[in-house]
């Protein structure tokens, strides 16, 4: 398993940083949609909010293929841009316990919405998408 950095998980953590998660279900479709609510779980975990129940391509997806990739970047108006591709593996949809109910607390004081669930990702690999890294593997 790779492991999520500081550089990473700040720059998750930044509210300003766009965060767009891609699927593909089982006949190779891709999906891809905007996370605003992905966080660090843990050192090798992230997880973000479902408000759909589940219904959604992303999570039919999670739930066909097991299969994602997410992108995390910050490109201000100048150079340096920092980007980051992490792969990883569907883990679970929580609907109960301490991960739901942060999600729980802090979408509905940002959005004043509900929660159905929250999904998990582990990840399995970490790339630079900076254009000075070239792709470069991470960890």
């Known amino acids: 398993m790779a492991k999520i950095d500081e550089d990473l998980a700040g720059l998750i953590k930044d509210q300003t940083a766009p965060k767009i998660v891609a699927t593909v279900d089982k006949d190779g479709i891709p999906n891809l949609t905007p996370k ?10 992230l997880a973000f909010a479902d408000l759909y129940g589940g219904k959604s391509r992303t999570f039919t997806n999670l739930e066909e293929t097991r299969q994602a990739a997410i992108l995390v970047l910050k490109t201000p108006m100048a150079p340096p841009f920092t980007a980051y591709q992490i ?13 739901f109910e942060q999600f729980a607390r802090v979408i509905k004081e940002a959005i004043g919405a509900d929660i159905t669930g929250v999904a998990s990702i582990k990840v399995e690999a970490v790339y630079s998408q900076s254009p000075q890294d070239a792709g470069r593997k991470i960890d």
């Open 87 to 99: 792969k990883g593996k569907y883990a679970g949809y929580d609907t109960t316990g301490p991960v």
């Open 36 to 45: 605003a609510s992905l966080m660090v779980v843990d050192n090798d975990t």
